[in-house]
């Protein structure tokens, strides 16, 4: 092999990732043979997270927690063609290299889209959560979750329900769901429980679907305004109400001052025009 040739090797293996924390295919086909023992149907590929995600959350499980995770980071085993691949590498102090594989995908483009996405994560949840049975704090009957899923979001509670806020809105609910959930998990309450309680707390969803609302509502309420062009007053004389054209009503030129006309009136008469006007004063 020559120079050229072992240069071309290294910087091909350099740019392939060598160590990731994936679930392997033997791994999977147990986790998938664990969710069909405690849920009782098989669970379909098409709804099946990918390496990366069902690692994350086999992870989580084991700890006995589950994974806080943003919508662009669960992605199914066949992704769409919006997901995206990025490669990371991190030097170790004693001169080695990791290389790291993430992926991400765009926000789902409708409801469909985000129902479709919605299912990869709850079914791939589960099956990480039926591989660790042992954390009696992860115990949750496959019906529970699937109805909170199929019954209460997707259903007229949330999302089919009349006037409902934006979809970008329910969105981000149901991930602030799962970080209240995860919240109290650590605080000791069971992932059952924790999920019974939030789907029946009323005032916690109309608190979370409002936000669109409060975010574009203006508080405290600030009065709008014209242009500041509009807002001047018709300039008038003091004391003079502004004149104004209208169809029943003709505006007139405002009347003119009399300050100081009389006595110009009286310089501009004759002597006899004068002594006429005092004699008439005086009588």
Same mark, same amino acid.
């Given at each position: 092999?020559?120079l %050229?040739?072992? @240069?071309? =090797?290294?910087?091909?293996?350099?740019?392939k990732?060598?160590?990731?924390?994936?679930?392997g295919?033997? /791994?999977?086909? #147990?986790?998938?043979?664990?969710f069909? =023992?405690?849920?009782?149907?098989?669970?379909?590929?098409?709804?099946?997270?990918? @390496?990366?995600?069902?690692?994350?959350?086999?992870?989580?499980?084991?700890?006995?927690?589950?994974?806080?995770l943003?919508?662009?980071?669960?992605?199914?085993?066949?992704?769409?063609?919006?997901?995206?691949?990025?490669?990371?590498?991190?030097?170790?102090?004693?001169?080695?290299?990791?290389?790291?594989?993430?992926?991400?995908?765009?926000?789902?483009?409708?409801?469909? /889209?985000?129902?479709?996405?919605m299912?990869?994560?709850?079914?791939? =949840? $589960?099956?990480?959560?039926?591989?660790?049975?042992?954390?009696?704090?992860?115990?949750?009957?496959?019906?529970?979750? !699937?109805? $909170?899923?199929?019954k209460?979001?997707?259903?007229?509670?949330?999302l089919?329900?009349?006037?409902r806020?934006?979809?970008?809105?329910i969105?981000?609910?149901?991930?602030?769901?799962? #970080?209240?959930?995860?919240?109290?998990?650590?605080?000791?309450?069971?992932? !059952?429980?924790?999920?019974?309680a939030?789907?029946?707390?009323?005032?916690?969803?109309?608190n979370e679907?409002?936000?669109?609302m409060? =975010?574009?509502?203006?508080?405290?309420?600030?009065?709008?305004?014209?242009?500041?062009?509009?807002? %001047?007053?018709?300039?008038?004389?003091?004391n +003079?109400?502004?004149?104004?054209?209208?169809?029943?009503?003709?505006?007139?030129?405002?009347?003119?001052?009399?300050?100081?006309?009389?006595?110009?009136?009286?310089?501009?008469?004759?002597?006899?025009?004068?002594?006429? +006007? %005092?004699?008439?004063? @005086?009588?």
């Amino acid at each position: 092999m020559g120079l %050229r040739d072992s @240069k071309s =090797t290294k910087t091909a293996d350099l740019e392939k990732p060598r160590h990731k924390l994936l679930v392997g295919d033997t /791994d999977r086909r #147990q986790m998938q043979t664990n969710f069909q =023992t405690a849920a009782g149907i098989p669970c379909p590929l098409k709804y099946q997270g990918s @390496k990366h995600l069902l690692g994350k959350l086999n992870k989580a499980a084991s700890e006995g927690r589950i994974e806080d995770l943003s919508s662009r980071e669960i992605i199914a085993m066949l992704p769409s063609p919006t997901t995206r691949t990025t490669y990371m590498r991190h030097t170790n102090n004693d001169g080695t290299m990791d290389d790291t594989e993430t992926q991400y995908r765009d926000q789902p483009h409708d409801e469909d /889209d985000w129902q479709d996405q919605m299912r990869v994560f709850y079914y791939t =949840t $589960f099956m990480a959560i039926a591989t660790h049975r042992e954390h009696p704090n992860l115990d949750v009957k496959w019906q529970d979750l !699937s109805d $909170f899923y199929e019954k209460f979001l997707f259903g007229p509670t949330i999302l089919k329900r009349h006037r409902r806020p934006s979809l970008q809105s329910i969105i981000h609910a149901e991930r602030h769901a799962w #970080q209240h959930i995860i919240t109290e998990m650590w605080d000791g309450i069971p992932l !059952s429980e924790s999920l019974r309680a939030l789907k029946n707390d009323t005032l916690w969803w109309t608190n979370e679907l409002d936000y669109e609302m409060k =975010t574009t509502t203006q508080w405290p309420h600030q009065p709008s305004y014209p242009p500041s062009t509009s807002r %001047r007053p018709a300039k008038t004389h003091r004391n +003079q109400p502004p004149y104004q054209n209208n169809p029943t009503r003709v505006s007139k030129d405002p009347p003119k001052t009399q300050k100081g006309g009389g006595e110009k009136r009286r310089q501009g008469q004759g002597p006899q025009e004068r002594q006429r +006007q %005092r004699k008439i004063h @005086k009588g």
